[in-house]
């Protein structure tokens, strides 16, 4: 609008031309007819200064700036939303709001809220991207823009920053905002909460020198702190915290060579019935191999009883020979702290060790059945497999740079796995606990 006032004598020009509904010093205001005569003209390829000379306007008097004005207006209008678009509608057809007069001191405020915004927008800006290189994301999470921007707000040297305008920057709602800030106190207890349970959990977590999952650590917990945790809270936990499990690694078995002729295969007399509820009946036994050092090899025989999942006999050798699986039967016969079941027989798979002459010879000195695996079958004794699966887990033995560091690191292994793991399969009990329990029955 332009800023050109009238003289009296200008307005009283003015008010006889019959276009004019109200004029006054400052405003002008056209009647509905002329506003639709001038778009009908317009239309016709009239230029706005013409449609005011022929409707009898000095244009001298209104100044080409205040035509301008109205035909952009009026033109706007009516393209939105037709000739009704054209009525005035202002109150009391006083023509158009008078703006207050902006004094120096004004402007100079408004300038000064806007460099305030400026700083503020650059200084939120500049935290997100720190924050962001810090926890490597590409993006915050809400609650981290969150605390960012209360931070601004209770600096109490820019404690003029808008909560609408910090939110806008940062792309957040400003109802979560302050959602945030009437749940804070419940979520700082509860991160004080977890805080405790990460620690307790780190406690069984490094156990013995081994890392665990959440089931062992679960069990633990209740068997040797006494604490009880869900299982979902504890796995939130360790996500939350970065505790990461151990995870099975893919490591094909390597069978050794079949037995030459004379050797004999004898019937699966198990049929992976390996659960049977009898502490020392079912016998379960195999070998692997445990590389350390530089390109070195050593092999780990061991027995495990199929009901309990204790290692109840084992043997660590740095070659293949028949002997180790020999050694194993003898370590378990020598055994004093547990007996032998009616019935009791060992299971293994084909291998030339256990179709051996020699090695069927001494189980049956000892009264012990044998049975075997179906060839090439690994899931036919399974629970062995498993065995070693967890020990190369949580066994740092690839480290050790001679035998005597294998066999001290597999004599605590095996120490803490019969009598300090808990099984999730065995009601939560070590397989020491679990074995004297069958016993007790």
Not at 24 to 47: C, L, P, R, V
Not at 194 to 221: E, H, P, Q
């Amino acid at each position: 609008m332009s800023k050109k006032t009238f003289s009296d004598e200008e307005v009283r020009s003015l008010s006889n031309n019959k276009y004019v509904k109200k004029v006054s010093n400052k405003s002008i205001t056209y009647t509905n007819e002329f506003k639709i005569h001038f778009i009908a003209e317009y239309n016709n390829g009239k230029s706005p200064r013409t449609i005011f000379e022929e409707a009898g306007f000095n244009i001298d008097v209104i100044g080409l700036r205040r035509i301008d004005c109205s035909s952009s207006r009026w033109r706007k209008a009516y393209n939105e939303n037709g000739v009704l678009g054209l009525d005035d509608t202002r109150r009391n057809n006083s023509g158009r709001p008078r703006e207050r007069e902006v004094t120096k001191d004004d402007i100079i405020a408004k300038q000064n809220a806007e460099i305030e915004y400026l700083k503020a927008e650059v200084e939120l800006l500049k935290k997100l991207e720190l924050q962001e290189r810090q926890v490597k994301k590409g993006k915050l999470v809400a609650a981290e823009v969150f605390s960012l921007i209360e931070g601004l707000i209770n600096d109490s040297t820019k404690n003029h920053f808008s909560v609408s305008h910090l939110c806008a920057i940062a792309d957040v709602s400003r109802s979560g905002y302050y959602r945030y800030l009437k749940n804070k106190p419940l979520q700082i207890e509860r991160n004080n909460s977890d805080l405790v349970a990460r620690d307790n959990i780190l406690k069984v977590f490094n156990y013995r020198g081994y890392k665990k999952g959440s089931r062992s650590v679960k069990m633990i917990l209740e068997d040797s702190f006494g604490i009880t945790y869900n299982r979902k809270r504890i796995q939130r936990i360790m996500r939350k915290y970065n505790i990461v499990c151990p995870i099975r690694k893919a490591n094909p078995y390597k069978r050794m060579a079949k037995a030459t002729k004379e050797h004999r295969v004898v019937p699966n007399l198990l049929n992976r019935n390996f659960k049977q509820e009898v502490a020392g009946k079912v016998l379960l036994t195999d070998i692997t191999y445990l590389p350390y050092g530089n390109n070195q090899m050593a092999y780990l025989s061991t027995i495990k009883d199929g009901s309990t999942n204790e290692i109840l006999s084992y043997n660590i050798s740095d070659n293949l020979e028949l002997d180790i699986a020999m050694t194993t039967i003898r370590n378990l016969i020598s055994n004093r702290d547990f007996k032998l079941a009616n019935g009791a027989f060992i299971h293994s798979d084909q291998g030339a060790h256990y179709t051996s002459p020699k090695y069927q010879k001494l189980l049956k000195e000892n009264n012990l059945g044998q049975s075997m695996s179906r060839r090439g079958n690994c899931w036919d004794n399974a629970p062995q497999e498993s065995f070693f699966g967890h020990l190369k887990d949580e066994v740092n033995y690839k480290s050790c740079t001679t035998l005597e560091e294998i066999k001290n690191s597999i004599d605590d292994y095996i120490d803490y796995y019969n009598n300090y793991r808990c099984q999730w399969n065995l009601k939560k009990l070590t397989p020491v606990k679990y074995r004297n329990q069958l016993l007790a029955v």
